[in-house]
T-cell receptor
Framework: KNQVEQSPQSLIILEGKNCTLQ??????????LRWYKQDTGRGPVSLTI?????NTKSNGRYTATLDADTKQSSLHITASQLSDSASYIC????????????FGSGTRLSIRP | DTAVSQTPKYLVTQMGNDKSIKCEQN?????MYWYKQDSKKFLKIMFS???????INETVPNRFSPKSPDKAHLNLHINSLELGDSAVYFC????????????FGSGTRLTVV
C-alpha cells in the first residue's frame, strides 16, 4: 500500500535553532517528492521538488534530502524564524497521474521566541 | 494578484442541506483539483478536471458533484450533507495534468451540524 509517514507529528523549537523533519514512504513506482509548507488557515505552498536522481535541493534556509534506496527524505530548516511556524507536508508521486500522489499528514512546527 | 481563490472560507450548515463551494484560478492553468483535508490532516484527491474535462474521480459519494464551466473555474456541489462531510476542502490548479506544481487555494472549512 502506498503510504507516506512523517515524523515527528509536532515539534517546538526556539527561534534561531535548526531542525530536521523526516519523511518515509512506501510509494512505488517513485516519480518525485515534494515538500510543502502549510500556514494555519492557508493552502499548502511548494518548497522543493526532488526526482529520483537528486539527493539534495535547497530553497533559502530550507534544504531537502532524498535517499531513494531507503525511501527516506528529510527537510532541514536552518536558523529558524517565527514565520517558519507551520505544518510541513511531504508529498510523494507514484506516477504522472494525480490520483497516485500521496500526501503525508505533516509535521506541525512551532517556533518560540 | 495571481491566485487560486475559493469561496466561502467558512461554511456552517445543517445535515441534509445542499451547498456549493466555488473556485477560480487566474493563473492560466489547464488542470484544477478538489482535495479534502480530514481531521488527521491528510489531503486526499477527490476530483480533477483538465480543460473542463473530468480526468480523475476518486471514490467519492455521488452526493459530491463537480462542475467546470470553463478551465478557470471548478465548483463543488454537495447534496444532502452529512456530519462526516465536515472537513477543509482545498481547490488547486497546475499548468497541466502532468505537472504537479500545485497552487492551492486557502481552503473552505465546512462544518455540518
Amino acid at each position: 500500500k502506498n503510504q507516506v509517514e512523517q515524523s515527528p507529528q509536532s515539534l517546538i523549537i526556539l527561534e534561531g535553532k535548526n531542525c530536521t523533519l523526516q519523511c518515509n514512504y512506501t510509494v512505488s513506482p517513485f516519480s518525485n517528492l515534494r515538500w510543502y509548507k502549510q500556514d494555519t488557515g492557508r493552502g499548502p505552498v511548494s518548497l522543493t521538488i526532488m526526482t529520483f536522481s537528486e539527493n539534495t535541493k535547497s530553497n533559502g534556509r530550507y534544504t531537502a534530502t532524498l535517499d531513494a534506496d531507503t525511501k527516506q527524505s528529510s527537510l532541514h530548516i536552518t536558523a529558524s524564524q517565527l514565520s517558519d511556524s507551520a505544518s510541513y507536508i511531504c508529498v510523494v508521486s507514484a506516477s504522472s497521474s494525480a490520483s497516485k500522489i500521496i500526501f503525508g499528514s505533516g509535521t506541525r512546527l512551532s517556533i518560540r521566541p | 494578484d495571481t491566485a487560486v481563490s475559493q469561496t466561502p472560507k467558512y461554511l456552517v450548515t445543517q445535515m441534509g442541506n445542499d451547498k456549493s463551494i466555488k473556485c477560480e484560478q487566474n493563473l492560466g492553468h489547464d488542470t484544477m483539483y478538489w482535495y479534502k483535508q480530514d481531521s488527521k490532516k491528510f489531503l486526499k484527491i477527490m476530483f480533477s478536471y483538465n480543460n473542463k474535462e473530468l480526468i480523475i474521480n476518486e471514490t467519492v459519494p455521488n452526493r459530491f458533484s463537480p462542475k467546470s464551466p470553463d478551465k478557470a473555474h471548478l465548483n463543488l456541489h454537495i447534496n444532502s450533507l452529512e456530519l462526516g462531510d465536515s472537513a477543509v476542502y482545498f481547490c488547486a490548479s497546475s499548468p497541466d495534468r502532468g505537472d504537479y506544481g500545485y497552487t492551492f487555494g486557502s481552503g473552505t472549512r465546512l462544518t455540518v451540524v
